[in-house]
């Protein structure tokens, strides 16, 4: 309520209510250390040697490693989204790059590497 009315001295035409609430960050998985997925994006990707890659494609090799059938559905659908929030955030460091849209797309590695740690 304080809040509300303060944002309304501020800002008189803002309805506090128009305000989309924050979405809580996603669960940090069980499966994978800190950096974890992310060294193991890049790997993949380097693996490939130029040719671009499919997020899903890059999400089996954890599961075998992990002893995780690739088969679960639910678990699989898990760690490809997982694939494809580390590759975006690699993208925004500006160290790989997306190729097309939807469920076509694909990943390389960026062809001039950014200035960026691992």
Not at 1 to 8: G, I, K, W
Request: neutral net charge; contains cysteine; proline residues 7%.
């Amino acid at each position: 309520m304080h809040l509300d009315a303060t944002l309304r001295l501020f800002a008189p035409e803002l309805e506090p209510e128009s305000i989309a609430p924050k979405k809580p960050p996603a669960a940090r998985s069980h499966y994978f250390a800190i950096g974890e997925l992310a060294r193991r994006c890049l790997e993949a990707l380097r693996t490939a040697e130029g040719r671009v890659v499919a997020a899903e494609e890059i999400a089996v090799a954890p599961m075998r490693d992990k002893g995780l059938d690739p088969e679960d559905r639910k678990t699989r659908s898990d760690f490809i989204q997982r694939v494809l929030n580390t590759l975006t955030v690699q993208k925004g460091k500006g160290m790989v790059e997306k190729i097309g849209n939807g469920l076509g797309t694909r990943w390389r590695l960026s062809v001039e590497p950014a200035d960026h740690a691992e």
